[in-house]
């Protein structure tokens, strides 16, 4: 790797911390549904992230979604992130980027080049923090069984 290449990985590595504390400071699709067909809240002890997610199905496609919770910085901009994706979309496409955002968050670097992610590709780093992992699955979590309660 010469030079130049570390600092344009260096500069990558800034614009996503940049998009991680964004996503934190101001959360999208935050608040509550008045109307929710589905609601789970999920935690992580490791961390003491808590995530809750609310739906609006229209037979198996999201109309809307809202979330809350606290916690680290990874585990809210994963779910701010994740919410920007779902409205429109049914539940078989859902579990598609779900398996493959939790590919991307165990490793796998074809997953972390996948355009279907978005930004959610900002959280490619945690990979390397095993310990942080839970951090930025607990949303898709709490996202998996709202979809699996309701079908
Ligand atoms: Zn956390």
Known sequence: ????D???SADLTALY????????RRPRNRGSL????????KKNPLCGDVITLQLELDGDTVRDVKFAGEGCAISQAS???MTQLLKGRSAQDIGHVAATFTRMIEGDSTAAADASL?????LSGVARLPQRQQCALLAWSAL??????HG
């Open 79 to 81: 779910a701010s992130m």
């Open 17 to 24: 911390q940049d998009l991680i504390l964004d996503h934190y």
């Open 6 to 8: 570390d600092r344009r």
């Open 34 to 41: 008045e109307h929710a067909d589905a609601t789970v809240t």
């Open 1 to 4: 790797m010469s030079p130049s």
């Open 144 to 149: 998996t069984q709202a979809l699996v309660s």
């Open 118 to 122: 978005g930004e959610l590709r900002a």
